[in-house]
């Protein structure tokens, strides 16, 4: 942001480490405005704003058309369609939005219109109201809701109460100067001078009344609000500047619609997705849980979002889903028939200890920890200690008209052997804290004997890859699939998990994302949508989910091929700044792109939490290589960037601390600068290809930590805020880790993607 507002970015160290986070801050202010994107009526994308609370907005830039999005245009509430959007007029003369000039902002949508009338809409963070503002307009404006059922009921004291479309709601509608209205076919009128619409609601008239004269009142201020509050989150929360425009912009916006979906439906929580996912999904909100809230700091929101879920956990004992956190959490439902959520609540439970230090969660959230592990125990482990589910109960659950799996997974799949594995690992943690050494012996000896026999159960002489589950028959079933990503942390053999990795990106990674099942099989359909078969046929056998993007690059990184992450990460912010909803990743795409065309179809929810998070997550775990340890006051850094990134800039915040760094590289050197926190901590050096290196940092107000990567050495010092230099430590390169390097380039070193069939040349992304 330094230089995002033409200010330079090489500031001297002394400057960085002592002013530059108010600089910085100051500078944002004019962020949202710069993040602001043109939308051309060929494009016409999706655009969508929520309150945080339980409402959301959804609206194309130009015509809302979308075969399936359409249907919830306009103002939605707690799974309850409010309106359908709305018609602005001019002196009886409709506005249309097809002809607009459109701009998306983080905050707010801008229409300009001939005659250089303008139209913004906010929605308005915590408020069921919108703000709909009309300039330099003449004579009268009109406003017209859309939407079966949509019908006026009164109009008194200058408001217009309107029933809803859905739910037990009133919609009021005012002038924003509270100027005379007047309601006559299907119009509401009043004097452009009005300055434009306020729009509020309520379960009742008075409530939505009283709504509204509120946003009357407070308007400028709840603007403010939303406008500050953005700009604080990417300042304090999300700060990156490389200089690259590409990433830059793509990661402030992913970071700001990743917020959005954050929200106070039923406690707090992360909302699966939009337009139809507006609930709470237990796999979903702790698969989206790191990169939505841990990383960019958000530790209160992530300790909220755990309290709130927990809640919901089955606690009779006598339940087969007894442990369980829920698969859905909705206004109307609660559902447990999902056996990946509770490990990843567990496993995620662990991470924000280890983010935030707050250890007092675990005494709270114990009770909850033992019942996860109890239930699993007693009602779903098999005698080799495999976590059995039915087919539906992974994250692959599509079925058909008669309950029958579209991609059966039953009893044991791959994933979730791996996710069973680290959900003991994790309770073991929590009991050794806890003192419980009966339990954490017990648990030890369950994750041993899962881990024991999976090489040998899930491999064979005929494959290179894992078998994707073991049947109720105890037959492996080799179907190509991307699972088995997430089953690597189970295997020893370098050699079989860069088999692995090489057969799964050659064979599911597309430049678009992930796919669900390789092209050669029979079941594979590379069109999600299609007259030919029901959708849910196509969902987890082909089409491809970009949630998956986020293990795929974390494993080809473990292998230390950056560049070939880098790819497809650089195609994701591609994505989120050029295709779908302004500034956010879909919930799946097409395998193939359609004849003629370069890119698949975006299908799917238009915007999906895990899709944007693990984008996130991995921009900081892997690429920037930030893994704290606050409860052992222990922080790692390994970074490892891209040759195209050559300048860098970043907070992050661990703990109650915040650190900055930055990063500078040509052809000769390599940099890196941290500020350090006030108090004594152990930091762990982590830079491929030098040795591990651990430096006790005692405490000293206002040090930093310098590295440099020069030639064969690794140079780590110490420094005070005068720029003195305290201590350094020269680390050589590992030859250990130069062989294991060797070895993952000779399987991995510049694999390709994998290509469509039929031949669809797509030169720009396929290289």
Same mark, same amino acid.
């Given at each position: 942001?330094?230089?995002?507002?033409?200010?330079?970015?090489?500031?001297?160290?002394?400057?960085?480490?002592?002013?530059?986070?108010?600089?910085?801050?100051?500078?944002?202010?004019?962020?949202?405005?710069?993040?602001?994107?043109?939308?051309?009526?060929?494009?016409?994308?999706?655009?969508?704003?929520?309150?945080?609370? %339980? %409402?959301?907005?959804?609206?194309?830039?130009?015509?809302?058309?979308?075969?399936?999005?359409?249907?919830?245009?306009?103002?939605?509430?707690?799974?309850?369609?409010?309106?359908?959007?709305?018609?602005?007029?001019?002196?009886?003369?409709?506005?249309?939005?097809?002809?607009?000039?459109?701009?998306?902002?983080?905050?707010?949508?801008?229409?300009?219109?001939?005659?250089?009338?303008?139209?913004?809409?906010?929605?308005?963070?915590?408020?069921?109201?919108?703000?709909?503002?009309?300039?330099?307009?003449?004579?009268?404006? &009109?406003?017209?809701?859309?939407?079966?059922?949509?019908?006026?009921?009164?109009?008194?004291?200058?408001?217009?109460?309107?029933?809803?479309?859905?739910?037990?709601?009133?919609?009021?509608?005012?002038?924003?100067?509270?100027?005379?209205?007047?309601?006559?076919?299907?119009?509401?009128?009043?004097?452009?001078?009005?300055?434009?619409?306020?729009?509020?609601?309520?379960?009742?008239?008075?409530?939505?009344?009283?709504?509204?004269?509120?946003?009357?009142?407070?308007?400028?201020? @709840?603007?403010?609000?939303?406008?500050?509050?953005?700009?604080?989150?990417?300042?304090?929360?999300?700060?990156?500047?490389?200089?690259?425009?590409?990433?830059?912009?793509?990661?402030?916006?992913?970071?700001?619609?990743?917020?959005?979906?954050?929200?106070?439906?039923?406690?707090?929580?992360?909302?699966?997705?939009?337009? @139809?996912?507006?609930?709470?999904?237990?796999?979903?909100?702790?698969?989206?849980?790191?990169?939505?809230?841990?990383?960019?700091?958000? /530790?209160?929101?992530?300790?909220?979002?755990?309290?709130?879920?927990?809640?919901?956990?089955?606690?009779?004992?006598?339940?087969?889903?007894?442990?369980?956190?829920?698969?859905?959490?909705?206004?109307?439902?609660?559902?447990?028939?999902?056996?990946?959520?509770?490990?990843?609540?567990?496993?995620?439970?662990?991470?924000?200890?280890?983010?935030?230090?707050?250890?007092?969660?675990?005494?709270?959230?114990?009770?909850?920890?033992?019942?996860?592990?109890?239930?699993? #125990?007693?009602? @779903?482990?098999?005698?080799?200690?495999?976590?059995?589910?039915?087919?539906?109960?992974?994250?692959?659950?599509?079925?058909?008209?008669?309950?029958?799996?579209?991609?059966?997974?039953?009893?044991?799949?791959?994933?979730?052997?791996?996710?069973?594995?680290?959900?003991?690992?994790?309770?073991?943690?929590?009991?050794?804290?806890?003192?419980?050494?009966?339990?954490?012996?017990?648990?030890?000896?369950?994750?041993?004997?899962?881990?024991?026999?999976?090489?040998?159960? /899930?491999?064979?002489?005929?494959?290179?890859?894992?078998?994707?589950?073991?049947?109720?028959?105890?037959?492996?079933?080799?179907?190509?699939?991307?699972?088995?990503?997430?089953?690597?942390?189970?295997?020893?053999?370098?050699? #079989?998990?860069?088999?692995?990795?090489?057969?799964?990106?050659?064979?599911?990674?597309?430049?678009?994302?992930?796919?669900?099942?390789?092209?050669?099989?029979?079941?594979?359909?590379?069109?999600?949508?299609?007259?030919?078969?029901?959708?849910?046929?196509?969902?987890?056998?082909?089409?491809?989910?970009?949630?998956?993007? &986020?293990?795929?690059?974390?494993?080809?990184?473990?292998?230390?091929?950056?560049?070939?992450?880098?790819? #497809?990460?650089?195609?994701?912010?591609?994505?989120?700044?050029?295709?779908?909803?302004?500034? &956010?990743?879909?919930?799946?795409?097409?395998?193939?792109?359609?004849?003629?065309?370069?890119?698949?179809?975006?299908?799917?929810?238009?915007?999906?939490?895990?899709?944007?998070?693990?984008?996130?997550?991995?921009?900081?775990?892997? /690429?920037?290589?930030?893994?704290?340890?606050?409860?052992?006051?222990?922080?790692?850094?390994?970074?490892?960037?891209?040759?195209?990134?050559?300048?860098?800039?970043?907070?992050?915040?661990? &703990?109650?601390?915040?650190?900055?760094?930055?990063?500078?590289?040509?052809?000769?050197?390599?940099?890196?600068?941290?500020?350090?926190?006030?108090?004594?901590?152990?930091?762990?050096?982590?830079?491929?290809?030098?040795?591990?290196?651990?430096?006790?940092?005692?405490?000293?107000? =206002?040090?930093?930590?310098?590295?440099?990567?020069?030639?064969?050495?690794?140079?780590?010092?110490?420094?005070?805020?005068?720029?003195?230099?305290?201590?350094?430590?020269?680390?050589?390169?590992? %030859?250990?880790? #130069?062989?294991?390097?060797?070895?993952?380039?000779?399987?991995?070193?510049?694999?390709? /993607?994998?290509?469509?069939?039929? =031949?669809?040349?797509?030169?720009?992304?396929?290289?």
């Amino acid at each position: 942001m330094l230089q995002k507002t033409g200010i330079a970015l090489l500031l001297s160290l002394t400057t960085f480490m002592g002013n530059s986070q108010e600089t910085t801050l100051f500078q944002t202010c004019t962020q949202l405005d710069k993040m602001g994107m043109h939308v051309l009526r060929e494009q016409n994308r999706s655009v969508s704003y929520t309150n945080q609370e %339980a %409402a959301y907005y959804y609206t194309q830039s130009h015509v809302t058309d979308h075969v399936e999005y359409a249907w919830f245009e306009g103002m939605n509430i707690a799974k309850n369609r409010i309106f359908g959007g709305y018609e602005l007029y001019h002196n009886q003369q409709l506005l249309s939005h097809e002809t607009a000039d459109v701009w998306v902002y983080p905050h707010k949508l801008l229409r300009t219109y001939t005659d250089s009338i303008q139209e913004e809409l906010w929605m308005l963070d915590g408020k069921n109201s919108l703000a709909i503002d009309i300039a330099n307009a003449t004579g009268t404006i &009109g406003i017209r809701l859309k939407g079966k059922g949509v019908t006026q009921q009164a109009l008194q004291n200058n408001i217009a109460f309107f029933s809803p479309m859905e739910g037990q709601y009133v919609i009021a509608v005012s002038a924003q100067k509270n100027t005379p209205v007047q309601y006559k076919n299907n119009l509401l009128s009043t004097t452009a001078s009005a300055g434009g619409f306020y729009i509020a609601v309520g379960k009742t008239q008075a409530e939505a009344t009283q709504l509204l004269q509120a946003t009357r009142k407070h308007i400028i201020d @709840w603007k403010q609000q939303r406008r500050t509050a953005m700009q604080t989150f990417l300042f304090y929360n999300g700060y990156t500047y490389t200089g690259i425009d590409s990433v830059d912009k793509a990661l402030d916006w992913l970071q700001i619609t990743t917020r959005q979906l954050v929200t106070h439906q039923q406690g707090y929580g992360i909302y699966a997705g939009l337009p @139809w996912f507006n609930e709470y999904w237990g796999r979903d909100e702790f698969i989206s849980l790191p990169g939505a809230t841990l990383v960019n700091g958000q /530790f209160a929101v992530a300790r909220n979002i755990l309290v709130s879920f927990a809640k919901y956990q089955q606690t009779d004992p006598h339940s087969r889903f007894f442990g369980r956190v829920p698969n859905i959490v909705n206004p109307q439902n609660i559902d447990y028939h999902t056996t990946d959520g509770t490990p990843r609540f567990i496993i995620q439970l662990l991470d924000y200890v280890k983010y935030s230090g707050d250890t007092a969660l675990i005494r709270q959230l114990y009770p909850q920890i033992k019942n996860s592990i109890a239930g699993a #125990l007693k009602y @779903w482990v098999d005698e080799k200690g495999y976590l059995l589910h039915e087919d539906n109960e992974t994250w692959m659950d599509a079925r058909d008209a008669n309950l029958v799996s579209y991609s059966p997974r039953g009893t044991r799949a791959n994933d979730i052997q791996a996710l069973w594995y680290h959900q003991l690992c994790a309770g073991v943690y929590f009991a050794r804290y806890m003192k419980d050494k009966s339990n954490s012996s017990r648990w030890q000896q369950a994750a041993d004997k899962v881990k024991h026999d999976f090489a040998t159960d /899930f491999t064979d002489k005929e494959h290179s890859y894992l078998a994707d589950r073991l049947t109720k028959e105890n037959k492996p079933d080799f179907v190509m699939r991307p699972n088995q990503l997430f089953a690597m942390d189970m295997l020893n053999d370098t050699i #079989l998990k860069n088999n692995i990795l090489s057969q799964v990106w050659q064979q599911l990674v597309y430049p678009w994302g992930v796919s669900t099942l390789a092209q050669n099989d029979s079941s594979f359909h590379p069109y999600h949508l299609s007259p030919l078969y029901h959708k849910d046929a196509a969902y987890h056998n082909g089409t491809v989910w970009p949630w998956l993007n &986020g293990i795929a690059m974390q494993r080809m990184m473990e292998a230390h091929q950056t560049e070939t992450a880098w790819k #497809l990460f650089q195609h994701m912010n591609w994505q989120a700044l050029h295709l779908g909803v302004v500034g &956010g990743l879909s919930e799946n795409l097409d395998a193939y792109p359609h004849p003629g065309q370069t890119w698949p179809k975006l299908t799917g929810a238009y915007l999906q939490a895990w899709s944007n998070a693990e984008q996130l997550r991995i921009w900081y775990q892997y /690429f920037l290589g930030i893994h704290p340890d606050m409860p052992n006051n222990t922080l790692t850094l390994a970074p490892s960037l891209p040759n195209e990134i050559t300048h860098l800039q970043y907070f992050i915040r661990v &703990g109650k601390d915040m650190i900055e760094a930055m990063y500078n590289a040509n052809d000769e050197r390599k940099s890196y600068t941290y500020s350090l926190p006030n108090h004594a901590m152990k930091v762990v050096v982590d830079i491929f290809p030098y040795e591990k290196t651990t430096i006790a940092i005692p405490a000293d107000r =206002d040090a930093s930590l310098y590295i440099e990567q020069q030639d064969e050495v690794l140079s780590i010092s110490t420094i005070t805020h005068s720029g003195s230099n305290k201590r350094t430590i020269k680390v050589p390169v590992s %030859a250990a880790r #130069l062989a294991q390097q060797k070895t993952c380039d000779q399987q991995l070193a510049h694999i390709p /993607f994998a290509i469509p069939s039929p =031949d669809i040349k797509n030169q720009q992304f396929l290289q």
